[in-house]
Antibody
């Protein structure tokens, strides 16, 4: 059974940093593109970033470019999102999702940026 | 930047057909996916690559994509289909979601 479990969310002050993790199981993690998608409270889905199966290629939404870094450890079956210079508008539930069709999603982890 | 436009809400009576549109420039040249999200839950893909249905998704869900518009069609809509629906496409290496459509079954 495919499982994606996010962790690392929490309350952080504006300008602060946070690292999210997504632990994958039930499939060959190293064979799939992986993504981060976020959803602000009461709002729609917004794609954040993606990383190729071997980590050789990444891309970001303009709103996070230069502040967020996606990475992965295929030996640990884990996806990461390092978030720096956080702003109030980054407050959202962050989901990790598998493959270019987002065929599996985690349960999400809430990031709240507030003083 | 590329944008996908969806109607904020669609209403349908039980047993009838619901159609949700997603519009974007030359969208027909891109693959479109559709996601269903119920309150408090993670999204679930219901259509991928314009018209393919994942295993476990009922046959009443179908999709099409041509020109500037992709359409999600739910035939014989059931109360359990009430949810938010999002379209998604790739603009080069950037992922784009539509703003979402709340489907009400009444």
């Amino acid at each position: 059974e495919v499982q994606l479990v996010e962790s690392g969310g929490g309350l952080v002050q504006p300008g602060g940093s946070l690292r999210l993790s997504c632990a994958a199981s039930g499939f060959t993690f190293s064979s799939y593109w992986m993504h981060w998608v976020r959803q602000a409270p009461g709002k729609g889905l917004v794609w954040v970033s993606r990383i190729k199966s071997d980590g050789s290629s990444t891309s970001y939404a303009d709103s996070v470019k230069g502040r967020f870094t996606i990475s992965r450890d295929n030996a640990k079956n884990t996806l990461y999102l390092q978030m720096n210079s956080l702003r109030a508008e980054d407050t959202a539930v962050y989901y990790c999702a598998r493959d270019l069709d987002f065929d599996y999603w985690g349960q999400g982890t809430l990031v709240t940026v507030s003083s | 930047s590329y944008e996908l436009a969806q109607p904020p809400s669609v209403s349908v009576s039980p047993g009838q057909t619901a159609s949700i549109t997603c519009s974007g420039d030359k969208l027909g040249n891109k693959y479109t996916c559709w996601y269903q999200q119920k309150p408090g839950q993670s999204p679930v893909v219901v259509i991928y690559q314009d018209s393919k249905r994942p295993s476990g998704i009922p046959e009443r869900f179908s999709g099409s994509n041509s020109g500037n518009t992709a359409t999600l069609t739910i035939s014989g809509t059931q109360a359990m289909d009430e949810a938010d629906y999002y379209c998604q496409a790739w603009d080069s290496s950037t992922g784009v979601f539509g703003g979402g459509t709340k489907l009400t079954v009444l």
